[in-house]
């Protein structure tokens, strides 16, 4: 991958959790997605959904192991009472490996929502961030992302509208959602950044 002229590109080397089903179709070509699991140093797993053409179900069967390079993309799915935003991997190319596990992100985008700074329950500051990153034919991913501690400090006084480049990992976090059923367990994506920092001063 060269990092330096994509706006959006992404590589995971993990262990396939499923088999693949089917997504949806589109421009005359199907779809499928399908859950790598992904271990962070620490030993937590990452569980990331993979979309892929059809053409490229024969790479994936029999696998154990995979490494994917694609793009991070979202959209609102409605199929709920109410809007989703779903994020996936778009594979551009997977392939067997025996390598380790490897999650790595690296984006350029707009932001397009206001920082909102917190403090965890454990006392460390985190920044909410939503990068609009444009693709190649008119269309932007809205990507949410976190940074921590001085970062998110600083990242706090960006303004809408600030051109950003970020290196970091694509996370998965569980969560309970209060319904009118009760609690509902559900997951999150957002990109944790390791580097962000505005382009102009790059």
């Given amino acids: 991958m060269d990092q330096t002229v994509q706006d959006n590109a992404v590589f995971l080397c993990g ?69 989703r935003l779903i994020v996936t991997v778009f594979a551009r190319t997977l392939c067997p490996t025996e390598e380790e596990d490897d999650n790595r992100v690296f984006l350029r985008g707009t932001l397009c929502k206001s920082p909102k700074l917190r403090t965890t329950p454990m006392g460390r500051d985190i920044c909410d961030l939503i990068l609009a ?36 990992r694509l996370q998965s976090r569980r969560y309970l959602k209060l319904t009118d059923t009760g609690h509902e367990e559900r997951t999150a994506f957002e990109v944790s950044a390791a580097q962000i920092e505005p382009i102009d001063t790059l």
């Fill in 15 to 83: 262990s396939r959790a499923g088999e693949p089903v089917y997504s949806h179709a589109a421009r005359s070509q199907e779809f499928y997605t399908f859950p790598l699991l992904v271990r962070r140093l620490s030993g937590a797993e990452d569980r990331i959904n993979v979309t892929l053409r059809a053409e490229q179900l024969d790479l994936v069967r029999g696998a154990e192991r995979l490494c994917v390079t694609g793009e991070v993309r979202t959209f609102n799915s409605r199929r709920e009472e109410w809007p």
């Fill in 133 to 168: 990153v444009n693709r190649h034919y008119g269309r932007s991913d809205y990507l949410p992302c976190i940074c921590w501690g001085l970062k998110a400090r600083q990242a706090a006084q960006w303004e809408v509208g600030t051109r950003l480049a970020l290196e970091g």
